[in-house]
């Protein structure tokens, strides 16, 4: 289904200003503890991906509206590999490689800006700033998150990626230790293939199809992954949105000492 036959076919003037209103039933499960995934980074593992936690129709009609709404006001984000790589190298075996990326973005730093603004009216900022959203990232990864986060909204066309990294803030004294992200996809139905591909163990042996319409991606950072070139269908819009919250451990008081 591609972006025109999306908007015929839905009728969302405005986001919810929850984002629990977005949740299947399945959804509503895990963010009332009930889901089988849910606390699903406690035991170790650093990322999930899941599908049918968004209500299919819910989310169909949210893409509509934030496409409409943003894609013509997308500035590119565009770190190519540096000449230096191989001009600068010494010793052989010894290439180093920096962040690399090629992807579409919704500029929220002011408020001033079109993006921001837009983003307002269609609600997309009270949906991302909604205490359930913080609730789900809570619920989905079992760890207790601080309040105020930080919100982006990406866009990946055909061939945008983002390259090997790793997202450690090692300067940060409250990232270094840890911190999540969760991202939810809104694909166009144009869009045919894109996957996240993460270490384990050392080496670069998952990979997830990330290609979705509603899917929810949550990762307990840092760690190494690297998103492939997204491809196109040979007819249809394609884009693929990706809407995320960021997040930090909350403080923990220390306990009183008993004498």
């Known amino acids: 289904m ?11 003037r405005k986001l919810p200003s929850e984002f629990a209103d977005l949740l299947s039933r399945q959804g509503l499960r895990v963010l009332s503890g009930r889901h089988a995934q849910s606390a699903a980074l406690r035991g170790g593992e650093r990322f999930v991906a899941t599908t049918g936690l968004l209500d299919r129709g819910q989310s169909a009609a949210a893409l509509a509206l934030i496409d409409g709404a943003l894609h013509d006001l997308l500035t590119e984000m565009s770190d190519p590999i540096p000449e230096w790589t191989i001009s600068g190298m010494q ?12 992807v579409r973005t919704a500029m929220f730093g002011s408020r001033r800006a079109r993006a921001w603004q837009r983003a307002n009216e269609i609600g997309l900022h009270a949906l991302l700033g909604s205490s359930s959203f913080h609730a789900f990232a ?29 997202d ?3 300067e940060d004294a409250d990232a270094r230790d840890g911190y999540l992200d969760l991202h939810v996809t ?8 894109q996957r996240l591909i993460y270490a384990r163990q050392g080496h670069f042996t998952e990979s997830v199809d990330v290609a979705t319409l509603g899917g929810i991606t949550c990762y307990r950072l840092p760690f190494w992954h690297f998103t492939t070139p997204m491809l196109a269908k040979p007819r249809g819009v394609a884009r693929r949105w990706v809407l995320l919250g960021t997040f930090l451990d909350a403080k923990t008081r220390p306990k009183a000492k008993t004498k």
């Open 2 to 12: 591609g972006v025109k036959s999306i908007s015929q076919s839905s009728a969302m």
């Open 91 to 102: 010793d052989n075996y010894a290439e180093l490689l920096p962040k690399t990326v090629r």
């Open 138 to 166: 809570q619920a989905l990864s079992g760890f207790t998150l601080r309040r105020g986060w930080g919100t982006q909204a990406l866009c990946y066309l055909p061939g945008d990626y983002s390259g090997p990294h790793n």
């Open 168 to 170: 450690h803030h090692p």
């Open 186 to 193: 809104l694909c166009t139905g144009g869009v045919a293939d």
